[in-house]
């Protein structure tokens, strides 16, 4: 069974960092691209990154401006999100997500809470 | 930067079809794919590559992608489909999402 848990969410202070987890199971993970995907308190699912099987081409949304680095270990099956100088605006539900283009988002974490208040 | 535009929320009685339209610009050249997602829990993938569906998805689910818009279509439609439905494609290697559709069945 495909299974994505997300952990590394909490609450952080504006300007701070904090560094997203998510770990894989169930699939051979070196063989799959994967991504992040967010979700404000009410609102809309957002894109934020990808990165390819071979951690060889990734992409960021616009919005980002640099703050955020995707990264994976094959050899521990965990995809990684690190995130700088975090905003009110970040503060979202954090998910990860299987796939690419041909196959679609088709396997999604339960997704892990940010928070970025004083 | 590429955008998605989806009607914010559509209604449809039980039994009958709901159609939830997705606009973006020359998105018939793109690949486009559609997310349900119920209060509480994540996202899931009900069409990919514009037509097809993800194994374990009724039939009743189904996609079209020409022009500018892409359509998401669901046939007898039942109260379990009540939910927030979001249209998703790339533009170029920046995946974008539509901003979502509740879907009420009355």
């Known amino acids: 069974e495909v299974q994505l848990v997300e952990s590394g969410g909490g609450l952080v202070k504006p300007g701070g960092s904090l560094s997203l987890s998510c770990a894989a199971s169930?699939?051979?993970?070196?063989?799959?691209?994967m991504n992040w995907v967010r979700q404000a308190p009410g609102k809309g699912l957002e894109w934020v990154s990808s990165i390819s099987s071979g951690s060889g081409y990734i992409y960021y949304a616009d919005s980002l401006k640099g703050r955020f680095t995707i990264s994976r270990d094959s050899a521990g099956d965990s995809l990684y999100l690190h995130m700088n100088s975090l905003r009110a605006e970040d503060t979202a539900v954090y998910f990860c997500?299987?796939?690419?283009?041909?196959?679609?988002?088709?396997?999604w974490g339960q997704g892990t809470l940010v928070t970025v208040s004083s | 930067s590429y955008e998605l535009t989806q009607p914010p929320s559509v209604s449809v009685s039980p039994g009958q079809t709901a159609n939830i339209t997705c606009s973006g610009d020359?998105?018939?050249?793109?690949?486009s794919c559609w997310f349900q997602q119920k209060p509480g829990q994540s996202p899931v993938l009900v069409i990919y590559?514009?037509?097809k569906r993800p194994s374990g998805i009724p039939e009743r689910f189904s996609g079209s992608n020409s022009g500018n818009t892409a359509t998401l279509t669901i046939s007898g439609t039942q109260a379990m489909d009540e939910a927030d439905y979001y249209c998703q494609t790339w533009d170029i290697s920046t995946g974008v999402f539509g901003g979502g559709t509740k879907l009420t069945v009355l």
């Open positions: 020359k998105l018939g050249d793109k690949s």
């Open positions: 997500a299987r796939g690419d283009r041909f196959s679609g988002f088709d396997y």
């Open positions: 590559q514009d037509t």
């Open positions: 169930g699939f051979t993970f070196s063989g799959y691209n």
